[in-house]
Structures are given as C-alpha cells and as structure tokens.
C-alpha cells in the first residue's frame, strides 16, 4: 500500500526544521512552535527591555515544562543576583539549581584586573560551557550577554573569532541557545553578533508613547520557517513574558448558533432570532448620557438571571457607583455580585498601557472563565494610546473571546453628532452587531432612539425605536411616525393625548347627533298627534252638523205630525211619516 | 635575607613570595608559549621568589569556575594583592613585568 511508504505524519515533513518551544505564552505561536531546535538564537535589544528575563524564562521553562534542562550563562549578573531578580516571577532558582534541572554560571571579565600579554582563547569559557552542560544534560543554552566580553578583553580579532568558534560549537553540542546582545547604533547589536547567529534573530523594543510604555517583540529573522513577521506587544509581569500576537492567523473560529436574549424584550423583538448570537460581539455606540452602560448592565442582569457568569470590565465608573445607578432604573446587580456570578474589575485606563490593559483582560477572563464580557466603554481606551493602538487591542481582545465563545458587549461613546456612521475606534466592522444610539432632538427636547446598525446573520428591523429609560428599566417603543417625521419624548405623547382628544369629541359630536334625531323624531310624533285629534275634531264637528240636521229634520217631522194630528190627519199618512223618522234615525 | 630590624625597608614588596597560578589548556601552542614565556620571565625577575601551580583546565574544569576563568592561558597573581589576571602566552613581557607589579 502506499500510504504505508511514509511512516512520517504529514504534519512533520522530514524536512521541517525542527523546533524548541520556549514556553513563553505567545511566543511559540509567532515563532510557529519555538526556536530553531540545535541551534543559537539572538536575542537583542536596548537596556532593559527584558532579555535576560526572556532568556531566563527560556530555561526555566523548559527545565519545568519540557523536561530539558538548562544552562544559563551569566556574564551581567551574579547568580544570585539573578536568582533574586527573577524570584518576584516565582522562578525558584536555586531550588532547579539543586534538582540539577538548571545551571547558573557566572563569567566575569573586569578590564581593571586583566592585563593581556600576548595570543590567547576563550577555552576557559568552552571548558566551563560543556562541563556545565554535560553535568546536568542540558538541552537549552543561554548566554547572556556575551558581548560584556568586548568590553573586558581587547583584542577584537582574538575574540571575533572565537565568538564564531563558540557558536559553532554550540551547533555542534546540538544544544538550543539564546544568545542575548545589546542593541547597538545602526546593527542590531553593538558587536555585530548578527553575523554570528543567523539561524534565528528576536529584537526586542520598548518604546514610550505618551509616557506610557510598551514592549514590543518582533522576529527579525528565522531562517528556514515561516513566521509572523509583525511587531507583537509584550509584557512583563508577575508571570513572566505574555507575547501577544496582534491577530490569530487565521480565522477558523467556531461559531454557535445559540441565541441569548438581551433583557430588553422590545429590542430582542426587533431581531428576526429573538436576541443575539452566543460569543457574537455587541457594540453599543452613542453619545453621552445616552444609557450605554445601562444597556450593558440590561445584557449583564439578564446573563446573571438566567445563571452565565458575566465579568464587567469598568474604565469610567467605580464598581459601587455603577450597581447604585443600575439600581435606580430596576436592575439590581449587587445581588449577582453577592451569588459570585457577576464580577467587576475597574481600573483607569491611564493605569497602564494597552497591551497591559489587554493581558489584564485576558486573565481576568482565564480565571473568572465568563460566559460574557462587557467592556465599558472602549472610548477611554483611547486616551492611553492612538487609534490604531486601540483598534488593534480590539481586533486582538475580540479574536479572543470569539475563540472561547464568550459573548461581548462594548460601549463606545461616539463624539461627533453628525458622522456617527464610524464609531472613533473604527471597531464597527469588527463586531456583529453594532446598536446605535441617537440623540433625536425635537421641540427642545432631547430623546433616545435606537437603531440596529448591523446584526450579522439575521433579519432585523429597520425601524427607529425610542430608547427610553425609566425606574422599571429598559425599553422600546415605537416612535410616532405621522405626516410631521418622527415624533418622540413629549411631543409623541402630546400626539397620543391629541388623538385621544379628538376621539372623545367625535363621540361626543355623534351623541349629540343622535340627541337631536330623538327630538326630531318626538316632535314629528307630537304633531301627527295633534293633526289627529285636528281630524278628530273636525269629524266630530261634521257628525254634529249632521246629527243637528237629523234631529232638525225630526223634530220638524215630528212638529208636522204634531200639527197634522192636531187637524186630524188620515191614517196612511201617519204611517209614511214614522217610517221615513226611522230611516234618518238610522 | 635584609635585615628585619631596618627603620626603612623599602624593599619588603620584592622580598615577598610571589603566588601565582597559571591555567593552560593541555599543549595548545598558546599554552606552551605562556608556559615557557613565563618560565623566562620570572627566573629572570623573581627567581626563588615565587610559586607557580600550572592547571591543566582540561583536567580539572571544576577549577575554572570557581576561578573564574575564559580567557586562556591566564596567569593569576594571587599574592601580593591585588588580584591580578594577565591573559594571554606571555610574549609581551613588559605587560607582563606590569601586571604583576614589577614595573
């Protein structure tokens, strides 16, 4: 079969340059894996720029972590000098002295004692070099910084050609050294130790911009490998070197498609997912007093409630001041403070520089382990370094979260009223979702609307919300939108009170309507009344007439017959006349 | 042998016994040129006034850290004080002469 001609893995080509990694967080992803395994390495820079520490962390770390011990040759610092020095990063020295794990030799060269009489070697130093090396096996080598030589013999020739005699040698034990210089005028280093060592040269720096410090490392060369060829930020502190390299190479996070609700059910609303993505980033932009943090400690509170760890990283406000203001609009995060959910970690930014701002950050997350991270707001960050500083502090913090998945939420405060479309950090691009955060000032009046600028990876609304902020919370409503634009704050008020109005006097206007349809219709009433009994009446009359006539007509028969009796009238006569009395009786 | 009683003695430093120790690296001609440099130069300065102990660094690397050595060969004047080192096979003999203070 054929995959079984290489046994080798295919990660490992056999011609790959095999590599020592030094154990310094960051470093050995720059240097993709370590140093050039077997052979020197030149480590320089100016006065204290941490050389020695690097060189020192090198050993240790190996003598701990990898199992390979080291030597260390000191040409600056006495061994317990160093031992002292290094013991405040908890690197016990004398305690892997005496494990054998490591090995400090002093080499001191002092002019005022040396008087050179003629040819001579540095054999000594070989002696010493391999006697110290084969009593513990060491794998790893510093020497540092062996240009103090220079300064102790004279003969230049003498020692230029035992300095490449010496790392040849080293070559040759097969041994992983840093050699250590010190930076010079226009070559890397002062002797020109960069044309002895050319497998692998690190040039360390330490600039101040407004008088705040910042280390910075860069590969200068690494012959045979790739690299990262930027420069990275380091730092120094109570655990050593922290290299951070400026972004991840790659973008190969993963992504989760969990959704987390953002406390404010109007605003989740306004998301087709009903909230934003878990380990997405979040910007709250806006000018001030617009209610970012608010909005931070909403997302915050309703992490707290549903039981993730939130960790809130305050550059403005004291911790105590910010749980007393929450409280005056309904969230109460003291008590996520107390149940250990929830964790502040304040600090002025002008407390350090960025890239300790950004390793205090990282750790604080390393250790808390939250599920999300406000960072409130990133506008100060500002003040300690330029924009692009800070741009790529963000780059780098956001990378990270990304890649533990924890969600993060900035507020930046936007100073320009007109061009808001950028936040100053240029940091919009970067995150997921951005919410915007408008002053609409209207009838001198000053309200809040909020706009979802970018939600990536689902629908939302387009549509302006007023951002209001009252004692029960957070919420949104929607602005007015009548033939005047947009209407918010009072004037929407005085819009609904003015339609609420008109309501009541249009039902007032149909009432009274109706009022006046009964009357019509009671006086229509009253006079078919009257016209009856008008008919009435006159019908009456007509029958009077009648009757009248009737009884005339009888009365005036029955004075006939009277008359007619009285003068002794025939009998068929007296007949006809009450027969026809009958009738108009009738 | 001066007399101890002098009120001046102003040669009480020649008088004293020169300790020195010279380190070499087996028979490397630089080794073997200081060796024999120095055998001249202190037979001719200060004969019967001196101990010389030749260290074999090979032999004996523990030495050359507790000596604190580099350079080699190297000539350490112990006594008189101070504490001198001259580096190198010795060809130059009025360095020589001045590091260990004869000069």
Known sequence: MPSKKAPFPPKQPMHQLPKTPTGITGLDEITMGGLPTGRPTLVCGSAGCGKTLMSIEFIVRGAIEFNEPGVFIAFEEKAEELATNVASLGFDLNELQQQKKIKIDYIHVDRSEIEETGEYDLEGLFIRLNYAIDSIGAKRVVLDTIESLFSGLTNQSILRAELRRLFQWLKNKGVTAIITGERGEKTLTRQGLEEYVSDCVILLDHRIINQISTRRLRVVKYRGTTHGTNEYPFLIDEDGISVLPVTSLKLDKPVSSDRFPSGIPALDKMLSKGGFFRGSSILVSGTAGTGKTSMAASFCNEACLRGEKCLFFAFEESPAQIIRNMRSIGIDLQKHVDKGLLKFYASRPTLHGLEMHLVAIHKAIKNFKPDMVVVDPITNLITIGSVSDVKSMLVRLIDFLQEEQISVIFTALTLNLVVNEQTDEGVSSLVDAWLLIRDIELNGERNRGLYIMKSRGMKHSNQVREFVISDDGLDLIDVYIGPDGILTGSAREAQVLMEETGQVLHTHAVDFKDRELLRKRKVLESRIESLKSEFESTEAELNKTYIEDAIKKDVLQQNREKLSNLRGKSFYDIDTTKSKNKKSKK | ?103
């Open chain 2, 1 to 103: 042998m001066t007399n101890k009683d002098d009120a001046i003695d102003w040669d009480t430093d020649n008088e004293q016994t020169y300790e020195l120790r010279l380190f070499v690296t087996g028979t490397s001609p630089a080794s073997v040129r200081a060796i024999n440099n120095l055998h001249v130069i202190l037979e001719q300065h200060l004969k019967g006034r001196y101990e010389l102990e030749i260290i074999d660094v090979y032999q004996q690397p523990l030495l050359a850290k507790s000596e604190d050595i580099s350079a080699i060969p190297v000539l350490i004047k112990k006594a008189p004080r101070p504490v001198r080192r001259l580096v190198g096979d010795m060809s130059d003999e009025n360095k020589v002469l001045r590091g260990l203070g004869l000069l």
